[in-house]
């Protein structure tokens, strides 16, 4: 199989889990808020097939995606999500905050920005324990680079020169508002002014055209150069939270979500696909089974882990 | 009799951090400086240069850069001259670190310490002396620690160090910092969460924090003089203390006085009262005695300042009234003299 091909079939797997999602909310299986990756799988996607295992990833509440395309296992992401005690996290951590750091995932959190820190702070404790050439990736959106804590990173990481790859998915939204009426500086620019190396990929749907412009920025950080900021532009297609669509609230054109969808090679003619497919449904459909039969948390968890 | 200072004390924990243990790294803004956090850091960036890491002032990113550490397997230790400019820190402290580990069901540990000078001597005003640990002590998954001695410091340092695997807050006092204070004075090794009976009395309770504890040991030692015999309890973890050594010494004497560095309401009097009254409300004989800062941000002014912190003279009256039972007593009050004042010319030993 091409690496095309590899790369289109995990971003689909990573849709079809998340339609999946999108099946089993109404049943209430899953009792706590989604923020879906639809339309943005293949940054996710291109972007982990460029890292090397030992390489740490710090995303964010939009998660699903990282999480599995850092290959975490799938019947504990369902188990997590529907609050189970087989959970990756034991049911506590839900949607919002997947982690699994024996994959290099290290934590998501809801509050916008805040783990982008974390990425530096690794990166400093790496250099502190000695010489590797592992590299740290932030995981943010583009209303997380108008937080004072991205600028605070940006130049911690720029007076330590530490291997830190920022990575902006970009899908112009804030939850409803739009980047033009959120921001008066150019984010390249931005970059530039603390003297950190800017890489941009304008075809977000595309995992090839991402994986090779991660592979670009990552071997200007693995070479000692520094952090380097990626932004990547990408669509979501759903909701800021939730199952649906929401073209009807009006902050944004459908017809910007249509014409991107043109593109989307998940929506074009996967009929090559059909026998992995089938493979991933049937993943899907174990997870799911899996998830549904196990225990609910109990008491004995209620207290334990606090301190 | 040998003596050490509580900075000394701090020094001495900050270079065994760094000396026995490869993996613990000071980072802070002016921890490399030449005054080097009140003396606490002095030097050590010469001696161990990657590992001393001085800051932009950038409190936010910088507490999330240790988090960063901790999950790296670098134990962080934070520096705030003034524990106001913590709060610009208390996103990542309360929404990050202190659920890191229940949030991931355990996949994590955050091993991380904040050093935050509540900065009190004369004329810091209002955002410069602020004593936070009640609402950080609010927060599970912190741990908070105000040291009152040098022995506390060593003891107490010492173990979130090398055993405590999540974020743990040190309110350090900055009036305590010069003090000088007999080395053999209390218990070498009393632990890290939990209080400490630092002496022992029979007719009112008083269970005080950081710099009120020595208030106390004052105000105990002039009203001996009198008959009065108090029973004192650092109350040393404000988020994790030692409920039945409270408990035990309430029902014995009857008589409570919490004396904090902070306002009263929602706070450490409250808390300790709040214990009481759902334990038992009968232990208590008398209503129980509040002493904290005026409930008013802190005035800078000297004569205002001086009404804003209650010292040795608001203790002794208290308890006096406590032990008469009534609103008046016969015990004459010691000179005024402002708290500040004193400690600068008395240094101790205490």
């Not at chain 1, 506590?92 to 809801?110: F, I």
């Amino acid at each position: 199989m091409s690496n095309r091909d590899e790369l289109i079939i995990r971003s689909l797997r990573v849709r079809m889990v998340e339609e999946k999602i999108i099946d089993l909310y109404p049943s209430d299986l899953i009792q706590s808020p989604v923020h879906l990756s639809i339309g943005q799988e293949t940054v996710a996607v291109g972007v982990c097939a460029a890292l090397d295992d030992r390489d740490m990833l710090f995303p964010n509440y939009r998660g699903h995606a990282f999480y599995l395309a850092r290959k975490a296992p799938l019947k504990e992401f369902f188990a997590e999500l529907m609050g189970r005690k087989t959970g990756i996290s034991k049911g506590k951590a839900g949607s919002m905050h997947l982690a699994a750091p024996d994959y290099g995932v290290m934590g998501a959190s809801a509050v916008v920005a805040s783990t982008i820190s974390h990425a530096v702070g690794a990166a400093l404790a790496e250099r502190i324990k000695g010489k590797s050439d592992r590299v740290f990736v932030a995981v943010f959106g583009d209303g997380a680079t108008e937080q004072g804590a991205f600028f605070e990173s940006l130049n911690f990481c720029s007076i330590h020169g530490l291997p830190v790859l920022f990575l902006c998915e970009d899908n112009s939204l804030a939850v409803h508002t739009s980047l033009d009426d959120r921001q008066s500086f150019s984010l390249e620019r931005l970059s530039d002014a603390f003297g950190i190396v800017f890489f941009n990929e304008e075809a977000g749907f595309d995992p090839v055209a991402v994986f090779e412009t991660t592979s670009a920025a990552l071997r200007h950080l693995r070479g000692g150069s520094g952090p380097a900021l990626l932004r990547v532009k990408t669509m979501r297609y759903r909701e800021h939270v939730g199952p649906g669509e929401d073209f009807d609230a009006g902050y944004r054109a459908e017809r910007t979500v249509t014409q991107w969808k043109k593109k989307d090679p998940l929506l074009g003619d996967l009929s090559r696909f059909t026998a992995e497919i089938a493979l991933i449904r049937d993943e899907i459909d174990q997870a799911v089974e899996f998830a549904i039969g196990s225990d609910f948390p109990g008491i004995e968890e209620l207290l334990t882990d606090v301190l | 009799m040998s003596s050490r200072t509580y900075r000394s004390a701090l020094e001495t924990v900050m270079v065994e951090a760094l000396e026995n243990v490869p993996s613990t790294a000071i980072i802070g803004q002016g921890v490399t400086d030449h005054k080097g956090i009140f003396g606490t850091t002095l030097g050590l960036h010469d001696r161990y240069p990657g590992r001393v890491i001085e800051t932009p002032l950038a409190e936010d990113s910088i507490a999330g850069i240790c988090i960063g550490m901790g999950l790296n397997g670098v134990y962080p230790i934070n520096t705030h001259i003034r524990a106001d400019f913590g709060l610009l820190a208390f996103n990542q402290l309360i929404n990050l670190a202190a659920k890191y580990k229940y949030m991931f069901g355990g996949l994590f540990e955050v091993p991380l310490m904040m050093r935050m000078v509540v900065g009190r001597s004369w004329g810091q005003g209002a955002q410069h002396s602020q004593s936070l640990q009640s609402l950080l002590s609010h927060i599970p998954g912190l741990a908070v620690v105000m040291p009152a001695t040098p022995q506390s410091v060593l003891a107490s340092y010492r173990y979130a160090i090398s055993e405590h695997k999540g974020p743990i807050v040190m309110l350090e006092h900055r009036l305590l910092y010069e003090l000088e204070f007999d080395d053999d004075e209390a218990s070498p090794s009393h632990p890290i969460f939990g209080s400490r009976l630092d002496r022992l009395g029979s007719d009112v309770t008083v269970v005080a924090t950081s710099i009120m504890v020595l208030e106390a040991r004052r105000a105990a030692d002039y009203l001996a003089d009198f008959g009065i015999s108090v029973e004192i309890i650092d109350l040393h973890s404000t988020s994790h203390y030692d409920k039945e050594m409270i408990l035990t010494s309430v029902e014995k004497t009857g008589k409570l006085l919490v004396a904090d560095t902070s306002w009263t309401f929602y706070g450490v009097a409250a808390e300790i009262n709040r214990v009481i009254a759902e334990k038992n409300p009968r232990l208590l004989s008398l209503p129980s005695v509040s002493v904290g800062m005026a409930p008013a941000p802190c005035p800078t002014a000297k004569s205002l300042e001086d009404l804003y912190y209650p010292d040795v003279r608001v203790l002794v009256n208290e308890v006096a009234k406590l032990h008469n039972e009534s609103d008046g007593h016969s015990v004459p009050l010691p000179d005024s003299e402002s708290m500040v004042d004193f400690y600068k010319h008395f240094r101790g030993p205490f």
